[in-house]
């Protein structure tokens, strides 16, 4: 199956500072999605983002889908940006995958004041 | 719009008993929803796609007949954990497809004494 790993597992940042999430894909992709897990373990929708550049206030996400990877900005980072943030592929590779993602590990986000 | 739920939102049980999880989309239809789970420091790992109207499928190394899953209608899917016991402890999250995105419940701890 498709692999998904992410980069860096840990990041600690003060608060204002700048940060750069990557995901890497192995194989093609037809959906490809960012989520911040909340401290009681909520996942919340980012980006629906299988190509191209998506901004959302201060988070903005690039997907280069030919050389597979995506990656997933936050500035002026605030402590409530504190979490878990995934990246999740469904593989487009072998037929029909019907809507299954497949989870990298996650990239654990903690910004003091 | 894009609301899922999930009942309850943490459960204890002694080992042997069975428990129910029930997952809603309230805002909209989903033919198909998905069924993960999350051990404590760990990524999601897809347990099975549960379809309205047929059986689930179920991912490699999933017991169905431990994970019992019935979609019995467009906006709600349970999964039943029977005779459940301590390593069945975990964090079970739901979700459901709404275009191209997927949207995820708030997860259900299980604790099994």
């Known amino acids: 199956g498709i692999q998904v790993e992410q980069s860096p597992p840990d990041l600690i940042l003060q608060e204002g500072a700048n940060s750069t999430l990557r995901c890497n894909f192995s194989?093609?992709?037809?959906?490809l999605q960012w989520f911040h897990q909340n401290p009681w373990g909520q996942l919340i929708n980012l980006f629906y983002?299988?190509?191209g550049t998506k901004q959302n206030g201060r988070l903005s996400a690039t997907t280069v889908a030919t050389e597979r990877y995506s990656l997933l900005y936050i500035s002026s980072s605030q402590t409530t940006d504190s979490g878990v943030y995934f990246c999740?592929?469904?593989?487009?590779?072998?037929?029909?995958?019907?809507?299954?993602?497949?989870f990298g590990q996650g990239t654990i986000l903690t910004v003091h004041p | 719009g894009a609301v899922v739920s999930q009942h309850p939102s943490w459960v204890i049980c002694k080992s042997g008993t069975s428990v129910k999880i029930e997952c809603r989309s309230l805002?909209?239809?989903?033919?198909?929803m998905f069924w993960y789970r999350q051990f404590p420091k760990q990524s999601l790992m897809l347990m099975a796609t549960?379809?309205?109207?047929?059986?689930?499928?179920?991912e490699q190394g999933v017991e169905k007949d431990k994970f019992l899953i019935n979609h019995a209608s467009l906006t709600l899917s349970t999964l039943t954990v029977t005779s459940a016991h301590p390593e069945d402890s975990s964090f079970y999250i739901c979700?459901?497809?709404?275009?191209?995105?997927?949207?995820f419940g708030p997860g259900t701890r299980l604790t099994v004494l």
């Open positions: 805002d909209f239809q989903a033919t198909t």
């Open positions: 999740a592929v469904e593989s487009n590779a072998g037929g029909t995958s019907y809507g299954k993602l497949t």
């Open positions: 549960s379809n309205e109207g047929s059986k689930a499928t179920y």
């Open positions: 983002i299988p190509s």
């Open positions: 194989d093609s992709v037809n959906n």
């Open positions: 979700s459901a497809s709404w275009g191209d995105t997927q949207y």
